[in-house]
């Protein structure tokens, strides 16, 4: 009955390799998101989907692309990854426009060999 | 576009103690201010929230208040225990829309 779930949990792969993380929400919620969290924690936005809408595009290298076949999937594809891609993935949710916080998935932590 | 700064990065107080977080945001435009706590290999979880037009905002061992002309909030945690051990993360947003967080802090609860 999870509200937010991604998968895998872990990815482990070699550089240059190509990868998806998939992301799936029950919750009935119109915004889906990509956050980074790198070595130090730090929790970064990358991609954000309304209603299947890209709206939030941070500076992020175009071998990310995220894909949202309906409001409730959001996936992310990474191609040739690199070693500095190396972090934990967080999908979230929210209804947006200021009706409530986010739902963060389990997260992926994807480490390039 | 926003920037939020998180103080301490590392905050160590004795179990029954209090701690205090303090972020200040840099956009005055942003109207919603959540708390998310992250414990070891889990995902951030919301804990606490509260929007501009509210200066305080209390749930059980949890507060956090609001100084909008000061552009800080701070996140209290009275009687602290054992299970509070955490990274916490503060965020500001304009419509709870692209959440800017804070650069975490890494409470430790001492038995």
């Known amino acids: 009955d999870t509200a937010v779930s991604q998968t895998p949990k872990y990815l482990v792969t070699q550089m240059g390799n190509d990868k998806s993380i998939k992301c799936e929400q029950n919750?009935?919620?119109?915004?889906m998101y990509w956050y980074k969290q790198d070595s130090k924690k730090f929790l970064k936005i990358m991609f954000s989907y309304n209603n299947k809408e890209l709206i939030i595009n941070e500076t992020v290298p175009n071998r990310f692309s995220p894909k949202s076949p309906d409001k409730a999937h959001l996936n992310l594809h990474i191609n040739s990854l690199e070693l500095g891609d190396s972090a934990v993935y967080f999908c979230?949710?929210?209804?947006?426009?200021?009706?409530?916080?986010?739902?963060f998935g389990s997260g992926t932590r994807l480490t390039v060999v | 576009g926003e920037n939020v700064e998180q103080h301490p990065s590392t905050l160590s107080v004795q179990e029954g103690d209090s701690a205090v977080i303090k972020c200040t945001y840099s956009?005055?435009?942003?109207?919603?201010f959540p708390w998310y706590k992250q414990e070891l290999g889990k995902r951030p979880q919301l804990i606490i929230d509260i929007r501009s037009n509210v200066g305080e905002k209390k749930d059980q061992r949890i507060a956090v208040t609001l100084n909008k002309t000061a552009k800080h909030f701070s996140l209290h945690i009275t009687e602290t225990q054992p299970e509070d051990s955490a990274v916490y993360f503060c965020?500001?947003?304009?419509?709870?829309?692209?959440?800017?967080f804070g650069q975490g802090t890494r409470l430790t609860i001492n038995p």
């Open positions: 965020a500001a947003a304009q419509g709870a829309q692209k959440l800017v």
């Open positions: 979230a949710s929210s209804h947006g426009q200021g009706r409530g916080g986010y739902t």
């Open positions: 919750l009935g919620h119109d915004t």
């Open positions: 956009d005055s435009a942003s109207n919603y």
